[in-house]
């Protein structure tokens, strides 16, 4: 990005000031000093950020904004004010590596980058290598406390990693809310076609729970002559998952004496497997339950043959809403022993930032992407994103605080804790093939599950210290 005269020429000065005083004294530098043109303005005396971008290495364009767009503009120029503001130079460095190889070149330090960009798996990969600097460890310039810029603790809980903050995600940006918060999204045309009740009736009228997702079910399949309608298309085990989280299981927390707890095998979530069951053995013929992503798109979206998706946002944002003429987003209903309106979400893909161990200026670092974090411009309030989604993505503002909304509540649901080949999706899998009991798979899978607790889950209890006053 180009720097303007007055700052090379502040530049220039400052270097000059810099050399004669450490000529005078004998000293050689070693560090980029940290100094204000103002007491307002912070100048960072043109240090470069050099950012391995593993976004877009693969076919994503900038912050994988589309070009030609008003947020790919915004995106652009966010990173040419922080640039100007701070007297800095940000290297975004493509970088095609399979992650296992990255991580291997950084441990040897065969590669030089002060910070990483990437998605959530990748970057918990490399925080799992002991290569990156907390950023909870800089509270002077980091306010995780900040929501609207960072997210909620939900939110944070996914970007960290043994009781850290690691990850910083723009979460105010367009798009880069947790991309696979999961919604359902329903086809108005069927709906309406068939005469269906409108599914925002539930919500309107403080009824969408369990007995209302089983009525979808069941009556929104149609078969007309050769062809057939489904109710639903999902991801079986996304849908188990989520009856869980909405029944109010949580995997971690701690009492009111401060006792570690966990609700996994407890009532509430035998209470959800157990529901679950039941949609399969009495409903399995009316709605597709099949473990890929592609095929939730090529039902909903190309083949138009089904009444609703229970999908991830980033198929909302990138494939929905530019091939179904007609649909309304709905979140995922809450079971008997939830809190009813808080809808149930899995926090699972983020975009972020980390610093890496081998930045030599972590607090310049820290405070470039800090700015680069901040709402973009035209976007800096809730009801201008709430505007914009309304504007380019959903058809009225109901679906567009869903979606807002929804994201802000998501819990993390830790499919990156790996025991061997274990993650805890495995579990889920292996319950929503409903071919044994519950119990026995629950049995089988106890061990593997308590220890992805102890290691992975617990010690980020610990971060709700970085949010208290």
């Known amino acids: 990005m180009k720097r303007t005269l007055k700052r090379i020429t502040a530049l220039l000065i400052s270097l000059i000031l810099m050399l004669s005083v450490l000529t005078a004294c004998g000293e050689t530098a070693t560090l980029i000093p940290f100094t204000t043109e103002t007491s307002e303005e912070l100048n960072l005396n043109g240090y470069k950020l050099n950012v391995a971008d593993y976004i877009s290495s693969k076919g994503f364009t900038f912050m994988s904004y589309k070009e030609n767009t008003n947020l790919y503009d915004a995106a652009i120029q966010r990173f040419s004010d922080v640039e100007d503001e701070l007297n800095c130079e940000i290297n975004m460095i493509e970088t095609d590596y399979q992650i296992t190889d990255l991580i291997s070149m950084l441990l040897a330090g065969n590669v030089k980058y002060e910070a990483f960009y990437g998605n959530h798996g990748d970057l918990h990969d490399i925080a799992q290598g002991d290569l990156v600097i907390p950023a909870s460890d800089y509270p002077d310039i980091i306010d995780v406390r900040n929501y609207d810029k960072y997210g909620t603790p939900s939110i944070q809980e996914c970007n960290s990693y043994n009781g850290k903050i690691v990850i910083l995600s723009p979460v105010s940006w367009l798009y880069r809310q947790p991309s696979a918060l999961e919604l ?78 966990s609700d996994f095998g407890q009532p509430n979530m035998l209470e959800a497997i157990d529901f679950y069951s039941k949609l399969e053995n009495e409903y399995s013929d009316r709605y597709l339950d099949k473990d890929s992503w592609e095929y939730l798109v090529e039902s909903f979206v190309e083949l138009q043959n089904s009444m609703a998706c229970l999908t991830a946002a980033w198929q909302l944002y990138e494939d929905i809403s530019y091939e179904v003429k007609n649909y309304s987003v709905l979140p995922f209903p809450t079971g008997p022993q939830g809190e009813y309106g808080i809808w149930p979400s899995a926090v699972e893909g983020m975009q972020g930032f980390e610093v890496l161990n081998g930045c030599d200026e972590p607090e310049f670092a820290f405070r470039i992407i800090d700015m680069i974090c901040e709402p973009l411009d035209g976007y800096e309030t809730e009801e201008a994103r709430l505007e914009f989604l309304t504007s380019n993505v959903l058809y009225d503002i109901q679906d567009a605080e869903v979606v807002m909304n929804t994201h802000k509540n998501g819990t993390y649901s830790y499919w990156k804790a790996e025991i061997g080949t274990f993650q805890p999706d495995t579990l889920w899998r292996e319950l929503a093939k409903n071919n044994r009991p519950a119990s026995e798979v629950i049995d089988m899978y106890s061990n593997l599950f308590n220890q992805a607790i102890e290691e992975y889950m617990t010690p980020n209890l610990e971060i709700e210290k970085y949010f208290e006053e």
């Open 184 to 261: 359902l999204v329903f086809n108005m045309d069927h709906v309406n076609r068939f005469g269906k009740t409108n599914p925002r009736e539930f919500l309107e009228n403080g009824t969408w729970n369990w007995d209302a997702l089983e009525h979808v079910i069941s009556d929104y399949y149609i078969k007309e002559d050769e062809s057939e309608i489904y109710s639903l298309v999902c991801r079986g085990f996304d849908m188990l998952k989520l009856l869980c989280l909405g029944n109010g299981v949580s995997f971690t927390y701690k009492d009111s004496d401060g006792n570690i707890k």
